[in-house]
């Protein structure tokens, strides 16, 4: 016993803490058993704007090889050095703790602190705690677009742009240079304007990991399980700067941007992420192959990534021009890909799309190279189109499929290899369950090339 706390002590000495917070058992879906868990506070923790803080829940003692090669003391002294609090779950090697069975455990812990309640903790933030596997390390909110606050127009006061952001997980001092997944958040920043106080805020930045918004709320593990697989992950700000629901054009209807986003800024923004995302990974030891994981709102910005059509406005626009935009795969779920075809969808599709569109754009008929432009199936334009996987349920919205059915049509007839994953659950879903994770990953696998060794 004094041995132990001698140890505490000594570690609470190195990390510069205020000690351990906490040690107690948690119950796993993943393993069936309760694991241990000990909970860190840093000396000086970053909290986010709510005054929550800022959480790593660190996953170690795994059954999966370990990529990063500093010990695990090692890399959860950095990550209190840099403010976080750490959650470590100790798996004790079990058989169970690899993939896809892990994702569970992804699930059950992004839900656990969404509602506020994860191993004691009430205050880690909702939009800003992450997962990581042992070995990996975070870069958070990284710039990657300068927004233009003309597109949207809203709030009136927002003149200056805000930057867009994005996280990244990457293994530290890695064996293997490894690919990465990028994903676009189905959840949006935007600027808020305060009343009160009569000047903008920072309430609403950085929520492209609001949980209640995103992976809690759809029981979403497939990226921050990727670690599991042997790949980093990446998720970035929405390109739509705005809340969902509102938007318009200079002179414009209030909410004409209702229920979408705008061309040429979407798929500037997409592009320019990629770009930093990959001049970046390679400054942290990653690949430079990269994959797009997309869902709902969040495909249809991600699916900007995936064509080869070289538009200079859209090129030579945003950070570290002259950098790759290339994607190697994509693994695209329900969303809007053409927008010219949202009056022939089999069902009544999205109503304020149809309203919207028309008042942005003028009439279809009139204006299509316009409505065309606006949609990713147009930078699809040969062969040289990044691979894609598929995703839906067929009782989710009916004009989804219809437009993954055209898209897939588009690919197949330039021989762009194309698949589906079909029914892994119900409704407007992301797959949760292991036979459909397992195809994800083995598709990125695929088609993103195999981890460089290290000499």
Known sequence: ????????????????????????????????????????????????????????????????KKIGRNNNQQDVAWLLSKGYRIIQLNYGSNRHAVSPSINADI????????AGKFCGCNNCSKYQSYILFEGYRIVRNVPYFKDDPSVYNTPEEYKTGDSLNMDIVYPANPSKAVPVILEFSYSNSYA??????????????????????????????????????????????????????????????????????????????????????????????????????????????????????????IENAGFNIGVSDKVQAAALGPGVFD??????????????????????????????????????????????????????????????????AHLKAKLDSLHVPSSTLINYGHGHAVPQTAASLSRLYRFFQHYLKPPIIRR
């Open 339 to 404: 927008y010219t075809l949202i009056y022939d969808s089999p069902d009544k599709g999205d109503a304020s799309l149809k309203t919207g569109c028309l008042l942005a754009w003028g009439d279809l008929r009139k204006n299509y190279a316009k409505w065309q432009s606006m949609g990713s199936a147009y930078f699809v334009q040969s062969a040289a189109t990044a691979p894609v996987i598929f995703f839906y349920n067929t009782d989710d919205e009916q004009y989804y499929q219809y437009q993954i």
């Open 192 to 313: 808020t304007y305060d009343a009160d106080k009569k000047r903008l805020t920072a309430a609403n930045k950085n929520q492209r990991l609001k949980l209640a918004y995103t992976l809690a709320g759809f029981k979403d593990s497939f990226l921050e399980g990727a670690p599991a697989v042997g790949m980093a992950w990446a998720i970035a700000d929405h390109p739509k700067y705005c809340p969902w629901g509102k938007g318009k054009p200079v002179n414009g209807r209030n909410d004409t941007y209702k229920s979408y986003e705008t061309n040429p800024d979407a798929a500037r923004k997409v592009r320019s992420a990629v770009r930093t995302l990959r001049k970046l990974g390679n400054q942290l030891g990653l690949s430079g192959e990269i994959g797009i994981f997309g869902f709902s709102r969040g495909s249809t910005a991600g699916s900007m990534a995936i064509g080869d059509r070289k538009v200079l406005a």
């Open 107 to 114: 699930i059950a812990i992004n839900q656990a602190i969404a």
């Open 1 to 64: 016993m004094i041995v132990r706390i001698t140890i505490l002590l000594f570690f609470s000495i190195i990390y510069g803490l205020d000690g351990f917070a906490a040690n107690g058992k948690w119950k796993s879906n993943a393993t069936g058993d309760s694991i241990s868990y000990t909970i860190t506070d840093a000396k000086t923790p970053a909290k986010d704007f709510a005054g929550n803080y800022v959480t790593i829940v660190y996953l170690e003692n795994l059954n999966i």
